[in-house]
């Protein structure tokens, strides 16, 4: 009797999770082992500001209870980072110094929150939200009725910023050009989006760059953010939402193509056939534009995923997507965005 | 356990050489000082060098607690290969603590990541990094967890940095200021990290009551009986899991005026204690099944002669050399009935450390007044197992000041002299006008050889016996739990009571009626307590860690009425799950109508 096929995943986000159900669903004996640098199963990143609301039970958080990972047969291995893929040799190598082998590799890394240049130095004074542990941080150290201020402000990052205003915090928008990233604006539409905001609360910046981050080392909820005029904005924490630059260091050795993501045919393979990939770490090639593209949101990023399990079985489908892309504010003043809709 | 609060557990894996014990160690002593109830066991491999597997288990509880759960709630890797058979003893939402810098590349499923299920908490660090960051060796990794524990779960630093010094402070200051530098490293790592798990560590019971609790094992409970007791002979021949005792009465009983021989061999160690025991002198010996086998003839020299001794005996697998580094109760056939003849002795099963301390206080007035060897029956679970205990300031085991005896008008003294209590003056050689004889022969009032009389001094010797379940001071037996008529009675003695007592209390919070009673006396059996029990309880449990149930047996065969057994030999302590589902499964049965036939 043959050992079952092995599929790994990387990454344990949307695209991750909907791959390894779909594996699960397509094949009962395959091997699934699911690799991610998370600490817990898999939640929608999307949720993470309900910390402010109270949410601070991660377990109320997951999409499926620990026990679904049994069940459905799937290894998680959480805490785990990917160093190398060597893809000759069909072998994943982890931080820890443990290879694992693997017939067919789905690589969902997603990105990371892209932050400007100017400010990389600062990194270490700016809170997160990329995790549950980020935000349960982000909570702790902000105190209550504070004031966070958000350079950037893509998608994510507004959505925080509402949820701040609700929950009895102040925020402040240092704008950019990715603010309302993935959404590409129009100047009237931003115009629009920022008057929206400010009659909520939101304290913005337009046209302002920021050159610096300082925070007192005695009393670590007094920021500040240095913009190029010299203008200081004084606050409580600060953090930065500026987009996301796909995770693909790990992959500079298994010899597939690679631009600002991994390229990928329309059915998600990479140029070596035993590697796919999907969501926010992978560019499709679309026929008609004869160019790589980024489908960033969530709902695109769980189509990719199912889409590659499939194809990682046997299928030979392409990538379609009819989801909206839409920003724009109510009558009530509400901002609403089709890439919150969950 | 039977009531809120912080009740958690703490395993640490390692490879002997890891510092695992020692780390075990300083865990238990610093949760102690803290004041929280502590009970530990350290598991360690029988070769005596390599490179086995070590446990330590540590329960720590702001109530009493009285054996270790069957899942921790922190597991700590000091080796993966040996930890990750370990790793679904981890309860839900618990923590696994590991390195995350392997020195070498191992092949899938070679780290211990790969073994955490999901609804674990992975924490993974350099823990060897940290180490050798800290004092440039990879050596105190076993005490950069401790910091990384204590940061993590916000323990009180001061006591793990006192315990440090203490266990360090026979070595150069540069030692103990190393491992003082890897505490302190853990801690910052383990402060930095956004606690996962649910692993709760609430405030401790009594932080003054920890400064008086002492950290004993079974075996060191009883060298510290055996002191408080005026010990002054001990002969002995080293064998696991009884050794430590010898070992710290070679230390501690020299100094205090005492005699202190290893022997060749067991026979010549129990010959010696009861020629110690003759003299007077207050005699004991420590050993395991295989040498209580051998002792077997000379116990019988013990009964006959009416010579007072002490013989500890901690059991583990048997027979033969079986398993010498895990714990089984099989040896109770052996204590109760093991030698030639109709050889009654008296058979004391602590049931904890502090019953150890205890027993092993007054084992030697009892030996005394009964004028026959005393059993200690314990086992390597006991031996070996960790409890905070607070001695007891009215506690007082001094030999007593022996009464003169007084001859009677013209008559000879007689040693064995038929009394109503069956119990004979006891001269000591050497005391004037007293002189007789002893023998391992059937033998008269004076001494002398008679075997016409066999029949009336063995009544004698058995008859004396039947006093000693009434011993003023000492719980032969006890119950707990529900009064009067009840569902199901669990009946337990030595380590085992433990698990029947969390048993017990689990039973109650179902709603079953259950109570238990735990026997210390072995021999003679308490009967009139059994019967009262066994009145009460519509079925009786008896969960033991032998295949044969010994004691079952015994206490079937005195009373004469059945018992359902729970016989374990996996050299293992038995599981409070297996000993709820058992009772469960009785509390049914004991509700269910007879049957017309019935």
């Known amino acids: 009797m043959s050992d079952p096929i092995h599929h790994v995943i990387i990454g344990s986000g949307s695209a991750g999770f909907g791959a390894a159900t779909t594996l699960r669903q397509t094949d009962a004996d395959c091997r699934i082992t699911m690799i991610t640098m998370d600490g817990l199963p898999f939640y929608h990143r999307y949720d993470l500001p309900q910390v402010f609301r109270g949410q601070h039970d991660w377990r ?100 925080l910023a509402l949820t701040l205003l609700d929950t009895g915090y102040n925020v402040t928008l240092i704008a950019n050009a990715q603010t309302f990233w993935p959404h590409e604006v129009s100047d009237d539409e931003r115009a629009q989006l920022f008057k929206a905001l400010t009659a909520k609360g939101v304290t913005v910046f337009q046209d302002h760059r920021p050159v610096g981050v300082s925070r007192d080392d005695k009393n670590k909820s007094a920021c500040c953010v240095m913009l190029e005029d010299g203008t200081e904005v004084a606050g409580d924490a600060v953090l930065s939402f500026c987009g996301l630059t796909s995770s693909v260091e790990f992959m500079l050795k298994a010899e597939v193509d690679i631009e600002r993501g991994l390229l990928v045919t329309p059915e998600l393979q990479t140029s070596n056939k035993t590697i796919w990939a999907a969501g926010d770490v992978c560019q499709i090639w679309h026929d008609q534009e004869k160019a790589y593209k980024f489908y960033h949101g969530w709902k695109h990023v769980r189509i990719m995923g199912e889409l590659a399990a499939r194809n990682m079985s046997g299928a030979h489908e392409i990538f379609y997507t009819d989801v909206e892309d839409r920003i724009g504010v109510d009558a009530n003043g509400q901002i609403n965005s089709t890439f919150w809709t969950h | ?311 500890v005996v901690s059991q583990r697998g048997g027979p033969s050399t079986g398993l010498p580094t895990k714990t089984e109760q099989s040896d109770l056939n052996l204590a109760v009935f093991g030698g030639s003849g109709d050889a009654q002795r008296i058979v004391l099963a602590p049931t904890n450390v502090e019953g150890c301390y205890r027993c092993a206080g007054m084992a030697f007035d009892i030996a005394e007044k009964y004028q026959t060897p005393v059993i200690l029956l314990i086992d390597l679970y006991l031996s070996n197992r960790y409890e905070t205990v607070v001695p007891s300031v009215e506690a007082s085991f001094a030999p007593k000041p022996r009464e003169p005896l007084k001859l009677e008008d013209h008559q000879p003294y007689k040693r064995f002299k038929f009394t109503e209590s069956h119990i004979s003056p006891r001269a000591l050689p050497g005391e004037a006008g007293f002189m007789h004889t002893i023998t391992g022969l059937e033998h008269n009032e004076s001494g002398r050889p008679n075997d016409a009389i066999h029949m009336d001094m063995t009544i004698k010797r058995h008859e004396k016996l039947n006093t000693a379940v009434n011993y003023p001071g000492l719980n032969v037996h006890k119950r707990f739990g529900d009064e009067g008529p009840v569902d199901v009675g669990i009946l337990g003695w030595g380590s085992t009571f433990g698990e029947i007592l969390e048993t017990m209390y689990e039973a109650q919070a179902e709603g079953i009626r259950c109570a238990a009673m735990k026997v210390v006396m072995l021999s003679p059996l308490p009967v009139e307590a059994l019967k009262e029990f066994f009145a009460d309880c519509r079925e009786i449990l008896v969960p033991e860690l032998n295949y044969e149930g010994q004691f079952a047996g015994l206490v079937s065969a005195a009373l004469g009425k059945p018992v359902t057994r729970l016989n374990r030999a996996t050299g293992s302590p038995v599981v409070v799950k297996e000993i709820l589902e058992e009772v469960r499964r009785l509390s049914v049965q004991s509700r269910a109508p007879l049957s017309a036939a019935e």
């Not at chain 2, 790969?114 to 990794?141: D, K, L, M």
């Not at chain 2, 779960?153 to 491992?179: C, G, M, S, T």
């Open chain 1, 60 to 159: 109320e958080l997951l999409d499926e209870p620990p026990s679904y990972y049994d069940e459905m047969g799937i290894q998680l291995r959480r805490r785990s980072r990917v160093v190398d893929v060597d893809g000759s040799k069909q072998l994943v190598t982890l931080a820890h110094q443990e290879n694992v082998a693997y017939d067919n590799l789905l690589v969902c890394a997603g990105g990371r929150g892209y932050l400007p240049e100017n400010l990389t130095e600062y990194a270490g004074l700016m809170h997160g939200l990329g995790s549950f542990e980020a935000a349960m941080r982000l909570y702790r150290d902000l105190p209550k009725g504070g004031t966070a201020i958000i350079i950037g402000g893509d998608m994510i990052g507004i959505d």
């Open chain 2, 1 to 311: 356990m039977n009531k809120a609060g912080t009740d958690i557990q703490i395993a640490i894996c390692g490879s002997a050489g890891d510092g695992t014990i020692a780390s075990g160690d300083i865990m238990k002593r610093a949760a102690a000082l803290m004041g929280y109830n502590v009970i530990a066991f350290d598991v360690y491999p029988p070769e005596i060098r390599g490179f086995g597997k070590c446990i330590s288990r540590i329960r720590i509880s702001s109530q009493q607690a009285y054996s270790l759960k069957e899942q921790s709630d922190i597991l700590i890797s000091l080796n993966d290969s040996h930890t990750i058979p370990h790793v679904g003893e981890v309860r839900d939402f618990g923590a696994v603590i590991y390195d995350d810098h392997l020195v070498s590349t191992v092949a899938e499923g070679g780290h211990i990541s790969a073994h955490i299920n999901a609804a674990q908490v992975p924490y993974g660090f350099s823990i060897r990094q940290i180490s050798e960051q800290a004092t440039n060796s990879a050596r105190s990794r076993n005490i950069v967890i401790l910091g990384y524990v204590a940061g993590l779960y916000d323990l009180p630093n001061e006591h793990f940095r006192k315990i440090i010094e203490a266990k360090f402070a026979k070595k150069p200051q540069a030692v103990i200021d190393d491992n003082i530098k890897a505490f302190d490293a853990g801690v910052l790592v383990g402060q930095a990290v956004f606690k996962l798990d649910d692993v709760v560590v609430g405030k401790a019971g009594d932080e003054a009551t920890g400064s008086k609790a002492v950290m004993m094992t079974g075996n060191g409970a009883v060298v510290r009986g055996f002191m408080e007791a005026e010990i002054q002979s001990y002969f002995g021949y080293p064998i696991t899991p009884a050794t430590s005792i010898m070992e710290r009465l070679a230390v501690e009983l020299p100094p205090a005026g005492g005699n202190f021989l290893q022997t060749e061999d067991e026979i010549s160690a129990i010959a010696a204690a009861i020629g110690a025991g003759y003299t007077g002198s207050r005699a004991a010996t420590a050993t395991s099944g295989p040498g209580l086998a051998l002792m077997a003839e000379m116990l019988g020299l013990g009964v006959m002669a009416e010579v007072p001794v002490v013989v």
